[in-house]
Each structure stands twice: as C-alpha cells, then as structure tokens.
C-alpha cells in the first residue's frame, strides 16, 4: 500500500490526527527525534541503532541496494506498527511511527517487496504519554490492519503462482499439497475480497452458487474438483492462470479500499461466521475436505483484524481483550489436537463429537468478537 | 456477550413498546427501579421491588398484569398452574472453571428476573444500545407481556464432577436405571445444567431461553433442546384438565398447589433428605416420550378406553360417571373381569398400586416436525417434580414400562433428571447455596 493511500483510507477528521502519528512528512526538527539511519540493502538492513525511547520514533530509510524495497516497524504477532513502501534504488525515504509502549519490536527490510524480509529486534524503553486520542488510534488500528492485508495478499500472490504452476505442469500430487497453503492466504482476508463483489464468486465460488447466465464455475473450488474428483481437465491450465488473474485484480484494487474501524471489527467476526457455517460443516472444501487449513486461517485472520483493534478495546473494555486472548487461545488448542503433520486431518476423518467440541469453540469465540464492533465505537 | 454487560441508560422495557397498552400502577414503579439499578446492585434491589413472596410462589401465579414472582421460598415453575407453552433447554458446562460459572449464573438470575417482569435483558437491551454493537437482547420479545413467563433452573448429576462440587452431590440425583423398552437418544438426554421456561405466549418461553443461551456461549453449550406446545396436565385445582395427543385428559389425579402437605411429603425435598443446598427444592424428571400417534389413532375406541382405563369424553374412571370421581379398582363387571383392567393406564400409575407413591406432573404435548417416514415425530415431553426420583418415578416407570398396554404406543427417546434447587431470596442468584455450600 502506498502512504498516498493510507491517507486514501481515513474518514475526513481521522486522517488530520493520523498524520501526526505516523507519517513520512519530515519530522519537527527536534533533537531528541533525530531519524534512526537505515540502510536496506539488496542482502542487508542495517540500523544506526537499534533502540529507541517510547513515543514517536523516526527513521530514515536509504535504499542501497538494486531492487525496490520497502521497511516495517512490527509489534507482537507480526502488528504493523509502521511502514514505508517502494524506495527506488538510491532514494532516502523518512517513516515516523508512534510506539507509546516500550518492548521489543521487529525491524524488517524487504528487498523486492515480498516475503518476510530480513528482520532484526528493536528494543523501545520506556512508556510514552498517551497524547493520541480514540480517533488516532482506531486510525492506527485500520492502517495497520490494512497494511496486514497488503502483506497476506503479496503471500497469496506468490503462493498461489506456485500452485498455479503445478497444476499447468500435470503435478496433481503438488498442487493438491499447494491448494490449502495457497488458501490459507485467501481466506485470512476473506471478508476484505468479499466488499468487492465481483471477486469473491470468480475466485472463491462453489458449483452449486447461483451464477448470472454464461458466467462459469472458476476459481479454488473448480481447481480442487479437478484435482480431487475428475483429474486434471482440458481447460484446467487456463483456470489456473484466471485464479491468479483474478488474484492479481484483487492486490490492485485492495490499494484503494478504505477499512473503518467498525468494518475491521466486522471483517473479525463474518471470519468466525465463515467458520461457522461453512468449515464446521464441510461445506466449504467438499472435494479436498481440506476444511480445518480454511478454519485455521478464518481464525488467524480475525486475531488479526482484532490484534489491531486491541490498543482501542483495551482503553474502551479491560475486560474484553482478556476474554478474547483466552477465546482465541482455546480454539487455537483445539485445532492443534487435529494436526497432521504440517497441516491438518482431513474433515471426513472428523467425529460429530469432534466438529461438536468445534462448533463449541467457535461460538464461546464468536461473542465477544461480536462485542468489538460496539466496544471500539462507544 | 462478555462477561461486563451493564444495562443501558435508556429506559426501553419490552412491555413498553408502543403496542402494548400501558401497564398498572405497580409495574410502573417496577420498571422505575430497573432504570435506575446498576448491575452491581439490581440483584438486591430487583428482588426487592418485585414483590419478594415470602410464601409459595404459587399464590401470586396469577398476578394481574401475568408476571409470575421470580423469587420466594420456591422456584416459580413447578407448582404454578401450568403455563401453556414450554421451551426447555438442557445445557453442558465447556468450563473447568466454577468461578466462571458462577459469574454465569449470576447474570443468567438477573437477566431471567427482568424477563419474567416482562422486561429485556437488559435495560434497552433491544434497540436502546450502541448501533454498532450486536444487541444484548435478541428483540423477539418486543412488546409482548411478560406472559406468565416463569424460568425454572436445575443442575444434572454431570456437574458436580466436572467442578470439583461431589461432596454436594445429593444421593437422590442418580442416573436413571434402564427401561424395558427404552430407545434413548444421547443427545436429547442427560446435560449438567437445565432451564425450564413455560409461558402463556410461546415467542416469550423461546426468547427467554434463546437469551440465556446466548449468554452462556463459552461457558455452556446447548445439549438438547424441547419444544411443547400443550400443557398436559394441571397443577392447580382452578385448572381444567388438559388432553394429551392421545386425545385423553391427562393428569386428572395430579398433585395440586393447594395440597401443601403433600407437595411436601411428594415434591419437595425436605431438611435432611440430603445436602442442605436442596432442602426446599425438587428433582425434575425429564422424558421425551415419542407416541406413535398414527397407530393409536387406527386403535378402536373401545380399546383406547380399556388401555387407559377412563372414558374419553369425559375421561371418567371406567365404570363412574365423572372425571373426579374416584377410580373404583376392585369393582368387576357381570363376566367377573375387573371393569378397570389390571395393566390400565391409571391402574398402574395410581397411588394404590404403587404403595402411595405420587409424583407431580408437568408435561407438554410435542410435534418436531415428521420422522422422515411419513408419521409426526409427535409426543409428550413428560416433566415430573418428585422429592426422590428413585423411590417414586422410577417404581412407576418399571411398572409402565413392563406391564402398560399403551407402551406398544409409546417410545422414550429422551431421559434426564436435574435437581431445582429453592427458591431465591433477594439478591441471590440460581445456584448459589450449591456454590457457597
């Protein structure tokens, strides 16, 4: 996402205060926010120092490597605290970010923009003085949710050109292996790709969903029959290539959205309502009954949405985001119990008793999440 | 939900609502109390402005404006004249943890106190809070009464283990033995937590219950749950007596509220009967009896008669001429045969052949949709309030089940048995003399 767009993003009120808590507009020269030189390399990030005090930290980003780059402040979980995206060869760009709690954060250069980057701890000391006010922060918490979007879909992008090559190169046992690593991507920003209408049914439709006359059956679901059930089918290369067509799409037109805060919180719980009525049941992954990857995925992705939320829970509820951590925590032990090896059992291999203990889960998950919505705007 | 619901400032009691004519003087004031009571302190002040019936619950049944007293010395749902509709809920505990459910159970009594008022959940709990926010109460209750509406609360066998509670475990709350004939369902039997909502309006019962489970979602799950639509039998003598799917009164010789000594020697556990956390309390015996209505229905109406033992019209014992006449069964007829048959229905379920065992009904008729196979899955979820299960329900189960013709009709699909505590004082909440015990 480009810092034009973050701007894009923001609801005419919010956007004036986001400004001032991260922004790339050179910072007031004070001596004490002196920029932290980074110099990101095509192998190599390197900081003039790697500690702050708590507050508004800067940077100064000097790409000197060859490939276009991009740098990222993370909190815990992999919380974007701050970014600064497509530094050309050469080009110095600033990133000031607000960090009120001190901790250790994770400091990343991502030459060629893609992948984890090459990362390196970041220690802020100290507590800064809460001066940002309840619009900053839900602000804050959309940007760094949509910067988590951003980052899943360049996963996506890469991942899913993996599968997309096995399956145009006759490799039906590394495309199915590839199918729900390639999902677990999607479905993490599922509810994101649904505000576009269009998208959602081309790359995530099912056989039996109502369609306008001459529109086909493409996307995951058709890939996954083949795979499964018929074998790989004439037309089966030129599906793929849709899939990652339409993927594609997608990354572009996710630069423009613009996320609320209450669609965040949404986003979080349609995730859980996903899991509900469409992984429990098996309905979702019919063919591969790869369901369990989807539902972990729909439950990783809506921690997300309300990991960045939980700065604006916490100060609105103090009793919510505990319940939510222990919610959050029991779905995710439960779905441990059903690995296999990497992944996960098959849903055919579950019991009712199973998918009962699940649906359980989830639901003891789904209320407070429900409750995020309506906490994060009292 | 989470665990911090307070109610919302706005002032929206469901009775409120614009199509419901404005309530009487008393319930003005009620509903004045419950607008200003925080959370922390509505459990006393709620008990205290509803009227806290020192006596039976049963005397203020029938108040005016049809809300039930929640608190007293009983819980209001046994001996309270049958209500018409029923939507029972058993439930199972996901929690080790009893803290947990105690802060459950507290917010289960303060949400159930102001249904049975007539009122939300929760102050404006339907449309009154944030529009961003799910809202605390569902909203199907909206301007209806409050119905008679009464919530009655038991605790299964199951749940003393699972919370470390066994030492409190009463000897009278066992597992049933097995029936000749019994077909149980494991998932419409058994559950750790049970409540029982009956009221005049069913959407009332059904929200009642639809909200508790809602609240209970990562603390309790829902294990079954059962509809009834019929009440089938009458717990006060100002009651007429109902008919069952069978097309027969039922529950003619059923205990009634105006026979206290014998709800205590029949219904009401005693001190000393086993932990004191029960005494005033009840066993509520829970069967979901499938009846194979389409065969009884091709059964001559002779025959129907000689299998129940009463007449169908009137439902006199056989050979007597009205209902509440008593049952004659040793009179014989000319060709010397008892006139009342020797596995008739009411022979075998009376207090003469069973050493003077009575038990307390309350159940409802059912229909949950058809079988699949062209017949109603149609039948009568029995409901029975007894001081001990296993010295009264169960001798009269063992003789039905092997001796009553009508068991060729009959299938018992469903079994559970919770112990109901006593009734609340004020400020006390479901559960709490077990918690504290």
Known sequence: MSRRSAAVLL???????????????????????????????????ELAKAEAPAGTISFAVTNTGSKVTEFYLYGTGDRIMGEVENIGPGLTRPLIVEVPDGGTYTTACKPGMAGDGIRAPFTVTGTATRSVDDNAKLAEAAAGYQRYVTSQIEALVAKNQEFVDAVKGGQVEQAKALFPISRTYWERIEPVAESFGDIDPKIDGREDDEREPGVAFTGYHRLEKDLWVDGLQADSPAMADQLQADILDLQNRVRTVELTPVQLANGAK???????TGKITGEEDRYSHTDLYDFKANVEGSQAAVAALRPVIDEKDPQLGPTLDQRFAAVEALLETYRAGDGFVLYTQLTPEDVKKMADAVDALGEPVSQVAGTVTA | MSDQDTPQATPNPRTA???????????????????????????????????????????????????VAFRGDRQAGIITPAQGRLHFVALDVTTPDPAAVRRLLQRWTLAAE????????????????????????????????????????????????????DAQRPAALADLPAFTGDKLDPARSGGDLCIQACADDPQVAVHAVRNLVRMGFGTTSVRWSQLGFGRTSSTSTAQTTPRNLFGFKDGTNNLKAEEPAELDRHVWVQPGDGPDWMAGGSYLVARRIRMHIEIWDRTSLSEQEIIVGRTKGEGAPLG?????????????????????????????????????????????????GTDGQGHLDAGLFFIAFVRDPATQFVPMQRALSTKDVMMEYLEHTGSAVFACPPGLGPGSYWGQALFDA
Request: charged share 20%; aromatic share 4%.
């Open chain 1, 11 to 45: 609801t005419t009120g919010v956007a004036a205060v986001l400004a001032g808590c991260t922004s790339t507009a050179p910072p007031a020269s004070d001596a004490a926010n002196a920029p932290i030189e980074v110099r990101a390399g095509d192998t190599s990030c």
């Open chain 2, 320 to 368: 007597r001429a009205a209902e509440f006449d008593t049952a004659d069964f040793s009179a014989k007829g000319a060709d010397g045969e008892p006139v009342i048959a020797t596995e008739a229905h009411i022979r075998l379920a009376s207090a003469e052949s069973l050493g003077g065992v009575k038990i307390l009904r309350r159940g409802y008729n059912f229909v949950d």
């Open chain 1, 270 to 276: 349609e995730l859980l309502d996903e899991v509900a």
């Open chain 2, 114 to 165: 102001r249904m049975t008022a007539g009122l939300e959940t929760t102050e404006g709990g339907a449309v009154g809070g944030n529009v961003q926010a799910p809202p605390a109460d569902t909203g199907e209750a909206l301007g209806l009464a409050a119905s008679s509406l009464t919530l009655t609360f038991g605790i299964g066998a199951s749940l003393f283990a699972k919370l470390g509670l």
């Open chain 2, 17 to 67: 609502a614009p199509s419901d004519p404005e309530p009487s003087g008393p319930r003005l004031s009620r509903r004045r109390l419950f607008g200003v009571a925080g959370a922390g302190v509505a459990l006393a002040g709620v008990g205290a402005a509803a009227g806290y019936a020192a006596g039976s619950s049963a005397g203020s049944a029938a108040a005016r404006d049809g809300v």
